[in-house]
């Protein structure tokens, strides 16, 4: 049983954010520090807990309640529903991490029928009439919604159409007696849609209140919050009950927020709204016009001077940018929430390194107050949506970024087009890889089918392409050339615009604004523009402080020697699969057609000096650091012409009376090779056993490649890596051919031979393979496919919704790394494989390298290396340091 389900604000502190929420905390912290906060309590997420799992409140939350409300009412002098002389209270929700999805604030709880005659007396004056009528209303409009679920429509049109009558442009030309009218009206509309009568009984009005922030913690828009931010979704949320404050008692009351710093852009100064004669949703809901501070000043000086005197209070006490609401009550100041206030990616980098210069923090706290996410943002780049046209269609933002080009439908058009000078899109109704050059020659790629995990999307935040996926009204036809959408036709050679944040397409050229920060990455320049001294200033601390080091992804020249630029300490995986594309699919299809040993050596030896060419640049762009060079992993027949295809040119040609010649023997060498399950079937290892001197061609190439580079000057430091071994007799089977390679070539510098760990019983013989391996690397999306079963191109549309729908997943276990499942594994195989060869490098290769969350676990682990496509180098860096200086720069190892 929980002990204590209540706290007055004296009674708490910020550090109890779990218990009391940060609203709770933070009310509390203000106390202590004797800032002027209303009185009252907190109700913990304990009690909320306990109320999700069982149905009903804990049995002895109505008698602490009781007991806090007593202390509340002898504080302020005053009974809740007395009739004479009443005491409100707001009842607002309060989690631990600020949640926009939950309950909306509850004012002036307690007023009724009876009471509203004594709120007036009590304020007073001409206006108390008027000032007691429009609490009243308020209060019926913010309980209706949210707590009984009543339109927020219905209330908004029975205000607008008081307005109407009375010839009113706005709430405060309505005089008490038309405000009077509105509540009777309001209560109409409230009991039309709830059911019942607005509740006349305060208590009630607080115990229904309360229990309806209990139940907003699993409300739809909160569970798509949580889902969005990876918030676990067992906090449960506080609820503060907290006395009335008005600011809406004359011209000399209002309400506010202000900022310590601007949140756009983290300049210092003075920043924020203010309403007078408002209470506090006023301020965001744009009834009407806020001013400025500057303005609330020359309004009310010693208010603005008591605010300014807060501000800095608060600031230098959380040694950050403080997001403070507050309320001027006849010329009062009370402060009614605080937190280290939320801010663009910009600013978090500006504002960190500000607070370094002011000597406020360190330079390690200021590389854990800002994420990978927050970096990977200023990378790409956005459209100027200062007149942001309609759009043309919405589907899935994939991979970030803003591209702009002639719609193309078939790869090699855009391949075409792009060598022309051209900017193109490539539309699709889904990717495969066939399209790799055209996405490599693409701007960007939308497609109507697929999710953030889908071919397109992983291919191109690979490469740093921007990516629209799953816009599903668009009805692609790549035989006539053109997609139709809601009636309207873009045909190819048609300009769009797509945006990879927010997944939204646009009819014609949208304005693109550079990222300073990728320029920086790209020259090495620093300058003089603010954030990107930041950047620089606090990604080059990370890379002090971290134990990881960050490799890229490179299958080209270009892309190994970018990743070298943004950082990149050497690659980690280069997928020679994707260097037998284009013109050298027929020499592949050579070597699948070949009848004899001689047909087939003659494909393997027209396909060498191909792939030391290759290798050759890899190794100069990569001169002095390690470069891991895969073997051949996809089923072969995937460079293959479809089975379907394949099937109707043949029975064309035999209608014509025509000799299919080659493609008949390519028909029949798909028929054979075709697998139920590719991905479980004949790849990786398993094609460097079955299909004589394959992998042999490949590490003479290596072999060759590096020695006339070294030979050239250069330092080359080849790693060749053996896919989907399972079993150590596959690594030494083909290590003894590699090695047997090796010594034939001269000048062959010293090369590394391991495997990549993809298939759980590798992880879990891990041990044994270590005997033969010279490193490991975690092929993660395998391991993620093959430990949980799921095909990585067909799960995401078909259930992973309903997964997350239902919690049982956080996240896509294809973004950030299971910890529990695939982590284990990991964690075994790491342990195991260095008790039996310490010296043993261990690194990883998958999409999770790259993902600021996973980043950490590697960490964790002890992984010597995390490898990610080139644009998320900068990102693994900085969550690299990030994770050492959380645990001391300690790891596992």
């Not at 940060?22 to 807990?49: H, Q, S, Y």
């Not at 500057?294 to 008591?306: I, P």
């Not at 200033?537 to 020249?557: I, M």
């Not at 060498?608 to 390690?626: I, S």
């Amino acid at each position: 049983m929980v002990e204590k389900l209540v706290y007055d604000f004296a009674e708490g502190n910020k550090d109890l954010n779990d218990l009391l929420g940060g609203k709770g905390a933070n009310l509390a912290e203000m106390t202590n520090l004797g800032l002027p906060v209303p009185p009252g309590f907190t109700i913990t997420t304990d009690a909320c807990r306990v109320y999700l799992d069982t149905g009903s409140q804990p049995p002895e939350l109505a008698a602490e309640i009781d007991e806090h409300l007593l202390k509340l009412e002898g504080t302020m002098g005053r009974q809740l529903g007395d009739p004479a002389d009443p005491l409100l209270v707001s009842v607002r929700s309060g989690a631990k991490f600020s949640m926009p999805g939950m309950m909306e604030t509850v004012l002036n709880v307690g007023l009724t029928d009876e009471s509203v005659h004594g709120l007036a007396a009590q304020a007073g004056g001409d206006g108390g009439e008027r000032f007691a009528w429009d609490s009243y209303r308020r209060l019926i409009q913010m309980f209706g919604r949210t707590v009984c679920d009543v339109p927020a429509e219905a209330f908004e049109e029975a205000l607008d159409e008081a307005k109407r009558a009375k010839n009113a442009e706005s709430d405060l030309d309505l005089d008490a007696g038309d405000l009077r009218g509105l509540v009777a009206t309001f209560k109409d509309v409230f009991a039309r849609h709830a059911g019942r009568d607005f509740p006349q009984e305060p208590r009630e009005q607080l115990d229904l209140a309360i229990r309806a922030v209990f139940d907003s913690w699993n409300a739809e828009r909160a569970v798509l919050y949580r889902r969005q931010e990876r918030i676990p979704s067992d906090l449960g949320t506080a609820v503060n009950v907290v006395a009335m404050v008005f600011g809406n008692l004359g011209s000399d009351s209002g309400t506010g927020v202000a900022f310590t710093r601007d949140p756009a852009s983290g300049r210092q100064g003075v920043y924020g709204d203010y309403l007078a004669n408002a209470q506090g949703e006023d301020v965001v809901a744009g009834i009407r016009n806020t001013v400025s501070l500057d303005e609330l000043e020359q309004l009310d000086k010693a208010s603005f001077d008591s605010l300014m005197r807060a501000m800095e209070t608060l600031e230098g006490h959380y040694r950050d940018l403080c997001d403070i609401e507050f309320t001027i009550e006849r010329g009062k100041l009370w402060l009614l929430q605080t937190r280290v206030g939320k801010r663009t990616a910009a600013a978090a980098f500006i504002i960190a390194s500000q607070l370094v210069d002011e000597g406020v923090i360190s330079l390690d706290e200021a590389v854990r107050r800002v994420t990978g996410d927050q970096l990977a943002q200023l990378m790409f780049p956005t459209f100027d949506l200062s007149d942001e046209p309609e759009r043309l269609a919405q589907g899935i933002g994939a991979s970030p970024g803003a591209a702009v080009g002639k719609v193309v439908f078939a790869s090699a058009r855009a391949v075409e087009l792009a060598g022309a000078g051209e900017r193109v899109i490539l539309v699709r109704r889904e990717t495969n890889p066939d399209d790799l050059p055209g996405i490599i020659a693409s701007r960007g790629i939308l497609t109507s089918r697929g999710g953030k995990t889908s071919h397109a999307a992983v291919v191109a935040r690979g490469m740093g392409k921007t990516c629209v996926c799953g816009a599903d009204a668009l009805d692609v036809n790549v035989a006539s050339g053109q997609f139709t959408v809601d009636g309207t036709t873009v045909s190819e050679g048609d300009v769009i615009s797509i945006d990879g944040t927010t997944g939204r397409v646009y009819p014609g050229e949208m304005p693109v604004q550079d990222s300073a920060v990728v320029r920086y990455f790209e020259t090495g320049e620093v300058g003089d523009d603010a954030l990107v001294v930041a950047v620089h200033r606090l990604l080059s601390h990370a890379d002090e402080r971290r134990v990881l080091k960050v490799r890229a992804n490179a299958d080209t020249p270009e892309d190994a020697a970018r990743a070298r630029r943004f950082g990149a300490q050497g690659i980690g995986l280069c997928r020679t699969e994707h260097m037998f594309l284009g013109e050298r699919r027929e020499l592949v299809e050579s070597l699948i057609l070949a009848d004899t040993d001689t047909d087939r050596q003659l494909a393997l030896d027209a396909l060498l000096p191909l792939q030391r060419k290759d290798f050759e640049g890899l190794f100069t762009a990569m001169a002095g650091l390690p470069v891991t060079i895969r073997l051949i992993d996809p089923p072969l027949h995937e460079f293959l012409p479809s089975l379907e295809d394949l099937s109707v040119r043949v029975a064309l040609a035999e209608e014509r009376g025509e000799d299919p010649g080659r493609d008949r023997r390519l028909l029949a060498a798909v028929r054979r090779m075709h697998e139920e399950n590719p991905m479980l079937g004949l790849r990786g290892v398993r094609l460097g056993l079955v299909i004589p001197g394959l992998f042999a061609m490949q590490v003479r190439a290596i072999a060759e490649a590096a020695a006339s580079v070294g030979l050239a000057g250069e330092d080359p430091h080849p790693e060749v890596m053996v896919p989907l071994v399972g079993a150590v007799q596959e690594l030494e089977t083909v290590k003894a051919e590699a090695l047997t390679v090796l010594d034939e070539v001269d000048n062959t510098p010293h090369t590394l031979i391991g495997t990549m760990i993809e298939v759980p019983r590798a992880a879990l013989t891990a041990a044994q393979i270590a005997q033969a391996a010279e490193f490991f690397s975690f092929g993660t999306n395998d391991l993620t496919q093959m430990g949980w079963g799921f095909s990585r191109d067909d799960v995401e549309g078909s259930f992973f919704s309903r997964y997350l729908d239902l919690g049982i997943f956080r996240v896509s276990p294809f973004e950030s790394i299971d910890r529990d499942g695939v982590g284990r594994l990991i964690t075994i195989a790491v342990s195991e494989s260095r008790a039996i060869r310490p010296d043993l490098k261990i690194g990883v290769c998958g999409e999770h390298g790259g993902d600021p969350d996973s980043v950490h676990f590697f960490h964790e682990v002890g992984l010597d290396y995390v490898s990610c496509s080139p644009f998320r180098v900068p990102v693994a860096r900085l969550e690299a340091g990030r994770a050492a200086i959380e645990t001391g720069g300690s790891d596992s190892r």
